[in-house]
């Protein structure tokens, strides 16, 4: 059905990005509760980056892809999309409230919900380009729905292997730095893989895995560590699966990097004990929805 802005009142601002403003917003009429992301387009790459990821929240229909209930035009001319709001926040909030990081228990399950996504959109042949933990968004119910297509590509139109310079370059995949040295035709899903594997290494770390912590990144820090340094890899502390689950996601060569079906029925993710895997979650949750409903 048709929204318009004025239908909406604003309660408070849920984050800052590179495309614009979230905020957190009810509609007046029904009180239902909703995260409205204001895009501004200032020039026609822009528009593009913007109609794409319209294009893509409004064919994905799944319970592992943030829900977009609407596209609003703005007054001014900007776009503002009408998200299912994830009153959990993302994973990045989450590690950042709590301070250490999460057990590998609830990690495994994080990383299935992660998967699952990635499966569906992978089958939809759109390469996300942007996973980390901050476009990871989770609710009290404790689903796990991937945000943010800002940057994503849909494969089946072009056949140019998705060789740009977008998204947060933190979490990007050494290919995507260096295309000709990889021949310039590699896997484009791989990349996610790639992403996926710093997004699991960071929750248990506390910290973004190739720099020190607290160290900001910079461009050239980063390309040097990921493209000239080894993959990071977990301490000898964790489980023989986990460690062996982040050796197959972090592989350089991105032919060497297990594919998200594979990754599927890694003994770390089929082999995980569902029931403590989700109560160690939810015990990660539970602080953050308690003080949202006080
Ligand atoms: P960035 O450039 O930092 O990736 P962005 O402009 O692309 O950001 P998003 O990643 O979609 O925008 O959103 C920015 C932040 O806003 C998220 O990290 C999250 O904290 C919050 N946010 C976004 N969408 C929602 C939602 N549907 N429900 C709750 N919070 C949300
Ligand atoms: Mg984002």
């Not at 800052?16 to 501004?40: D, I």
């Not at 050494?174 to 021949?183: K, V």
Request: with cysteine.
């Amino acid at each position: 059905c048709e929204h318009r802005l004025s239908d909406f009142e604003k309660i408070k601002v849920l984050g800052h990005g590179n495309g614009g403003t979230v905020y957190q917003v009810r509609h007046r009429r029904t009180g239902s509760v909703y995260a409205l992301k204001t895009l501004t387009a200032d020039d026609s790459l822009r528009r593009r980056q913007i109609a794409r990821e319209v294009e893509i929240l409004r064919s994905t229909d799944s319970p592992t892809v943030v829900h977009c209930h609407g596209v609003i035009p703005t007054p001014s001319g900007d776009t503002a999309l009408l998200l299912e709001f994830m009153d959990a926040g993302s994973l990045e909030s989450l590690l950042t409230r709590r301070g250490l990081p999460f057990p590998e228990s609830a990690i495994s399950g994080i990383a299935h919900q992660v998967l699952l996504g990635l499966s569906h959109l992978h089958s939809r042949q759109i390469v996300h380009r942007d996973i980390k933990p901050g476009n990871l968004l989770v609710n009290a119910a404790g689903e796990i729905k991937i945000a943010d297509f800002g940057v994503s590509k849909i494969m089946r139109r072009s056949l140019d292997p998705c060789v740009s310079y977008v998204g947060t370059c933190a979490y990007m995949s050494p290919e995507r730095f260096d295309p000709d040295s990889y021949g310039g035709n590699y896997d484009a899903y791989a990349a996610d893989v790639w992403s996926l594997g710093l997004t699991v290494l960071e929750l248990h770390l506390g910290h973004f895995p190739l720099l020190p912590p607290g160290q900001r990144p910079d461009w050239a820090t980063l390309m040097c560590a990921i493209c000239f340094g080894e993959p990071p890899e977990l301490p000898e502390t964790a489980s023989s699966d986990f460690r062996d689950f982040i050796r197959r996601c972090l592989q350089k060569e991105s032919s060497k990097r297990w594919s998200v079906a594979q990754l599927l029925a890694h003994p770390f993710i089929a082999g995980r004990d569902k029931e403590e895997s989700d109560l160690h979650f939810r015990e990660i949750i539970s602080p953050v929805t308690a003080a949202v409903e006080s």
